[in-house]
Structure formats: structure tokens, C-alpha cells
């Protein structure tokens, strides 16, 4: 569905009275982010109305919001600021979105609209944006624009691209490849995996990967952190086919098959046996329309030297692809992540998950969880997604402990048998000392 911008005149620090050649202009792409950022909504406190609406007559919809500069893209008008470079002048970081109406406003009274005040608007519009694509509000994410489509015209020649190889085509042909690329590691997962519950600072009730693919469209770029067993490859993997769903295309990474030599991702993907006949251009096509999303598993799982050579390959790729999309799981204890993203951190089992998981095991699986939720120490590892999986293993081998006392050894050993080792002698002396079940 296209967005097509409203045909009044714009106002001059958005679009501009003065020519093209003395001005800073915002390219289609950054306007995008703009937009999406804050879920289309204008960015004045005292508006927040939708800037997009249904097109009359027409299957598209309406736009009438603006990419507003901050500090002015031309000498001469609001706030300009002649120590800013003309990169920096035209960087999402110098815009904010309006409606029509606000956008004119602030460009005509630079004393009641100064940029501290403007940046703490579009702070805040961003804020109120992704809280709402979490739960409900007026809040949106626009699938490519019309102006951005204009302005990439040209690409696929760029590339060197037939031009049998359209947007739709393209969106048809990668998807394919990249969901039989996610079922391949939906294979390695657990057997009954749940939508888990997940949590993000500033708002209580818990979310699922649902919200969260809404809030990875607007935002661009999130963090998703756990401790070991609660499911961060399972949650990312189902993330993966809720964008197959809405887009972007999704793109399981899991960092650690990925070698410190490696500074291409693009290729890197190509190399997988499922994206046979997919080219790197093609990737790139998709990623220019905001068509394409990056899911790194396992931050913490790259050694220190990839490490840094990972984060130029990521940097790289966000300042030439604006509107690629990324998500990246971890562990708290791995430190930061390698660009700048919102968090987001998976909650323990609910009673109603644990019933979930357990219960395709049937009444062996009835009576685990009854003891489990019974016995102290093991009714908390239980609400990690992994040590629930790894009891029901034993229960399926028949290896359940016979008596209560036998219980607290059970995570131990069902870790073990996870991972297909033996079984330690002092399995009990270990956990009754507070050992490392990892």
C-alpha cells in the first residue's frame, strides 16, 4: 500500500523556498524514518494526530505529515545553525515529523518553537509511538511510500538488475528462501515452543514477539536480552515469521557460524544452501525500500576480535541502508550491543506457559509440573523455558526422579541429558552448593 504525499505547498524549513541547490533537504529515505519513528503521528504534544489516512477513491493512503528540520537546511530560516555540516544538516537526527499545520508553525516563530524544545518533542513523540505499538493507540507503521519508490527508481539499473526483477517479485522470491532458512532452525528448537512473555523499561504489562515485530518496524533497530535457557533464539526465530507475515523479510543470522572474517553479511546470507539463486544485489534492492531485517542470534557468543571487526560490518550497513532493519539477541552479562537500539527482556514462564509446554507430554507431563511447582528451588528454574524443556526430556526417557528428594538433582541431570553428556557423580552435591547448571 503506497503513501502518497499531500499536494499543498510545504512549508520552507521542511520542503523549502529556497532552491534545491542552497538547501539540505532530507532524502526519501530519512524522511521514512522520521515518519515510522513516530508511528506517523504528529510530533507536537498537543496534536498527535495520524498524518496518514485512506486516499479517496484510491487503495493507497493519504500523507499529510512533513519531515520538519530542526536547525534550518538553508541559511536564512528557523534555527539555522552555520557549524553544522550539510551531512549533518539532512541527518534524521536534525528532523522531526509534523503535521502540515505544526510544521509551518515552528518554521514562522523561532522563539516559541527553540530546538531544545523540538528535540524534546520528538523524544518524547518517539516514546509515546513505540509504547502504543505495544499495546494500543493511534500509532502505525506504512509500508513503502510512493515518494521513496520515486526516488529509486534508478536502483535496480544501479545494480544491475533486470527489469523483470520488481519490488513484489523480488518480496516473493527472498521471503521464500528466507522462511525455509527459519524452518530449518525451527527444527533445532523445542518441540512445543510458546510465545513467550516480553518486557521493555517503561511499560508493566508484558508483550509478545507480535507487538514486538510492530515496535521493530517503527523503531529500526532492537535488543532482545535474556539469561541463558529463556528462549532468546525461539523468541527471535518467531519474530522471523511474524515479519514473513507483514515484512520486512527476515534474515536469521546466528552470529556464531558467522567467522571474524566476514565483513559482507549480504553474502554471507547468499552462501546458505536455502537462498540458492538469491543474489547479494537483490538483497540490497530490498533493503533500500526498507524491505529487509537482520535477526543476530548470539551476540554474546562472538569472541572479542570478531567482535570489533562485526561492529564496523553493522555500522557500515546502517549508515548505507537507513531503513534496513536489525534485532539482536544476547545475554545481559555480554555488555553492549553493537548499535544503539531499544531493549527488550523476556519474562519467566507464566503458570498458563508452563501448562502449555507441558502439556502435549500429557499426564506425564501433568504430574512433572505438579511436583515441580511443589518443590522449592526447582519450582524457579522451572520457569526458565530451557529447564522445563530439559525436565521433560528425562520424563520422556522415564529417567523422572522417584521420590521428592531426588528432585533437586533433576535440573542437573536433565541439562546433561540435553546435551546428550553423562551425568556428573556429585550432580547433587553441586546444585546443593549453588553450582553452575548452565
Not at 510492530?214 to 535488543?223: H, K, M
Not at 520486512?248 to 536455502?274: K, Y
Not at 567482535?307 to 560490518?313: D, G, K, P, Q, Y
Not at 519467566?348 to 511447582?373: C, F, K, M, W, Y
Request: hydrophobic share 40%.
Amino acid at each position: 500500500m503506497s503513501v502518497r504525499q499531500q499536494s499543498s505547498q510545504p512549508s520552507p524549513a521542511a520542503e523549502g523556498a529556497a532552491t534545491a541547490s542552497q538547501r539540505d533537504n532530507f532524502t526519501a529515505a530519512t524522511k521514512r524514518v522520521l515518519a515510522q519513528r513516530v508511528g506517523w503521528l504528529c510530533s507536537n504534544p498537543a496534536c498527535t494526530l495520524p498524518t496518514v489516512g485512506p486516499e479517496m477513491g484510491g487503495p493507497g493512503t493519504n500523507n499529510i505529515g512533513v519531515a520538519a528540520h530542526i536547525t534550518a537546511a538553508s541559511e536564512g530560516f528557523a534555527r539555522y545553525n552555520a557549524r553544522l555540516t550539510p551531512e549533518e544538516r539532512k541527518s534524521a537526527d536534525n528532523g522531526i515529523w509534523l503535521c502540515s499545520n505544526h510544521a509551518h508553525m515552528i518554521d514562522h516563530d523561532e522563539k516559541n518553537f527553540p530546538v531544545e524544545l523540538l528535540n524534546i518533542w520528538k523524544k518524547d513523540a518517539e516514546e509515546r509511538a513505540y509504547q502504543q505499538l505495544l499495546g494500543n493507540g493511534t500509532a502505525r507503521v506504512e509500508r513503502l511510500g510512493a515518494e521513496l519508490a520515486e526516488g529509486l527508481q534508478n536502483l535496480k539499473e544501479q545494480l544491475g538488475l533486470p527489469s523483470a526483477d520488481d519490488l513484489p517479485t523480488l518480496q516473493a522470491k527472498v521471503s521464500a528462501a528466507a522462511r525455509t532458512h527459519l524452518e530449518s532452525f525451527s527444527r533445532e528448537g523445542p518441540a512445543h515452543a510458546v510465545s513467550l512473555g516480553l518486557t521493555t523499561p517503561g511499560k508493566h504489562a508484558p508483550f509478545s514477539h507480535v507487538e514486538m515485530a510492530r515496535a521493530l518496524r517503527a523503531c529500526g533497530t532492537v535488543s532482545l536480552v535474556a539469561e541463558p535457557g529463556q528462549g532468546k533464539s525461539t523468541t527471535l526465530n518467531q519474530l522471523g515469521i511474524e515479519l514473513l507475515a507483514e515484512g520486512p523479510t527476515p534474515l536469521f543470522v546466528p552470529l556464531a557460524e558467522v567467522g571474524a572474517g566476514v565483513d559482507d553479511l549480504f553474502a554471507w546470507v547468499i552462501s546458505r544452501h536455502a537462498f540458492a539463486g538469491i543474489r547479494s544485489e537483490h538483497l540490497k534492492f530490498l533493503a533500500e525500500h526498507g524491505e529487509l531485517a537482520f535477526l543476530f542470534d548470539g551476540w554474546n557468543e562472538v569472541s572479542p576480535v570478531a567482535r570489533v571487526a562485526l561492529i564496523r560490518t553493522l555500522r557500515a550497513l546502517r549508515r548505507e541502508f537507513p531503513l534496513l532493519v536489525m534485532c539482536v539477541a544476547t545475554r545481559a552479562q555480554a555488555g553492549a550491543v553493537p548499535f544503539a537500539a531499544r531493549s527488550m527482556a523476556i519474562d519467566r514462564l507464566s503458570d498458563a506457559q508452563q501448562d502449555d509446554i507441558t502439556r502435549p507430554h500429557g499426564e506425564r507431563g501433568h504430574n512433572l509440573l505438579d511436583r515441580v511447582r511443589r518443590t522449592p528451588g526447582v519450582r524457579d528454574l522451572a520457569r526458565v523455558p530451557f529447564y522445563l524443556q530439559a525436565l521433560l526430556k528425562v520424563t520422556d526417557l522415564g529417567a523422572l526422579p522417584a521420590t521428592t528428594l531426588d528432585v533437586p538433582v533433576a535440573p542437573i541431570v536433565a541439562i546433561r541429558l540435553w546435551r546428550k553428556e553423562r551425568p556428573p557423580v556429585d550432580a547433587e552435591r553441586s546444585f546443593a552448593a549453588g553450582g553452575d547448571v548452565r
